[in-house]
């Protein structure tokens, strides 16, 4: 059973970083599509960021292009997102997400993977932006 964690949340100003990382234990994480989620108080989770198994493709949502960055480490077994610019809408606990793609289907290459494919959630890392 693949188990993910996060971790590098906190609490930080408008304009801020942060840093968030997944990582995970017994499997190797480039055999899986990864998806960064969030979730508000009151709203839905949506995904936010997704990586391909081979990295070679990522997504963003409208709410985040520009201001954040996916990217694998496979030395490290890990999978990040690098926030900049944060803004207090970003407020969320930040989920990640793994979908195994091994060998990935056409979706999965394109990142492009529903959300009830992802079969395997961390339990999340709180992020506030607040001044």
């Known amino acids: 059973q693949l188990q993910l964690v996060e971790s590098g949340g906190g609490l930080v100003q408008p304009g801020g970083s942060l840093r968030l990382s997944c990582a995970a234990s017994g499997f190797t994480l480039d055999h899986y599509v990864i998806g960064w989620f969030r979730q508000a108080p009151g709203k839905e989770r949506e995904e936010i960021s997704c990586?391909?198994?081979?990295?070679?493709?990522?997504n963003y949502a409208d709410s985040v292009k520009g201001r954040f960055t996916i990217s694998r480490d496979n030395a490290k077994n890990t999978v990040d997102l690098q926030m900049n610019s944060l803004k207090p809408e970003d407020t969320a606990v930040y989920y990640c997400a793994a979908d195994f793609a091994d060998p990935p289907t056409a979706v999965q290459a394109m990142c492009l993977s529903p959300i009830e494919d992802f079969g395997s959630w961390g339990r999340g890392t709180q992020v506030t932006v607040s001044s």
């Open positions: 990586i391909s198994s081979s990295g070679g493709s990522t």
